[in-house]
């Protein structure tokens, strides 16, 4: 079901993302999501990477999604406001499958290293 894939993301992603949070672990959530708080890269420039490539996501809550501000919900639990800024919401639906899933942790993982190295990039070449 949408739970065993929204824990077969979290998984993927917790191993393929270095310092990936998973937020709400435990806690009570409708069926289907699966949230993040990735350090150092913004959630709008994540989210614009994955649309590039074909995989749709959110920022924060879906009260506030399209938000550019940090996560309230995040800050709320207690995060602070750089792991908030890097909030990412992924949801399953009927048509999900495994593979979905696996791509999506894939194309995950490769955004957030090529943001990851661009932000290391243009602070080396500022610091210069």
Do not use: W
């Not at 399209?66 to 602070?80: D, E, F, K, N, T």
């Not at 290293?113 to 210069?128: E, L």
């Amino acid at each position: 079901g949408q739970d065993a894939l929204c824990a077969r993301l979290v998984a993927a992603v917790a191993l393929q993302v270095p310092g990936a949070i998973i937020t709400a672990l435990g806690a009570p959530k409708a069926a289907g999501f699966a949230t993040f708080a990735i350090p150092g890269v913004r959630s709008d420039v994540l989210l614009a990477a994955l649309d590039m490539d074909g995989v749709e996501a959110s920022a924060g809550s879906a009260c506030a999604s399209g938000a550019p501000l940090p996560s309230h919900v995040l800050r709320a639990m207690g995060y602070p406001d750089d792991l908030a800024a890097g909030a990412l919401r992924c949801t399953t639906g009927r048509s999900t499958t495994s593979a979905d899933i696996d791509m999506a942790a894939s194309v995950i993982a490769g955004a957030v290293g090529r943001i990851r190295d661009r932000i290391g990039a243009n602070a080396t070449a500022v610091s210069r």
